[in-house]
């Protein structure tokens, strides 16, 4: 496995070597273009800062990976979009998605009732009672029924929603593989 990791290593350090060399470039039209003042030349000035801050950003990332720093909080993931993040899903076809999270509530009918979207990738379980109180303020009650995929069990969501909620019905699978 460690050569695996020498080999990712140098493919990473060969990037870094050319877009640094790209970056230098970059700085220089920047410079260059620090003498103009017209308008449309300031809004592509600006963008141009922006993409050569996000790649020292990046510069900075992969020079982390290669000191042996897999795991890098918060790091830019995408250029155009930075604030996308990776999202485990629990497939087994993908490990890892990377975009926005979103919680959908319907009814059982599929109408949809709300929706909101989260930038970076809170926990399933944080989600829940936001949910709930959300139907609540809508419709003027709560729910009679509450249903979930497994990401949402926790013992403090169904405690909350059976005993401070009201709602009697609640199913939330537990964590875990499932059983037989």
């Known amino acids: 496995m460690s050569q695996s990791w020498d080999e990712i290593n140098q493919m990473t350090q060969e990037v870094v070597d050319i877009t640094q060399s790209v970056l230098q470039q970059a700085e220089s039209v920047l410079k260059k273009l620090q003498q103009t003042k017209k308008p449309l030349v300031e809004a592509q000035k600006e963008k141009l800062q922006s993409l050569v801050n996000k790649t020292k950003q990046l510069i900075d990332q992969a020079k982390q990976v290669i000191d042996g720093n897999r795991m890098i909080p918060d790091r830019l993931i995408s250029i155009h979009d930075p604030e996308t993040r990776p999202i485990k899903k629990g497939k087994l076809t993908k490990k890892v998605e990377f975009g926005y999270k979103v919680r959908i509530d319907e009814t059982e009918s599929g109408f949809v009732t709300g929706y909101a979207v989260y930038t970076g990738n809170p926990s399933d379980d944080d989600l829940l009672i936001p949910a709930v109180q959300h139907h609540q303020e809508v419709f003027g009650s709560v729910p009679h029924a509450v249903a979930t995929d497994r990401g949402f069990s926790s013992r403090n969501n169904e405690q909350m929603m059976r005993e401070e909620l ?12 499932k059983s037989k």
């Open 166 to 177: 009201g709602i009697h019905r609640v199913s939330t699978p537990f964590r875990g593989k």
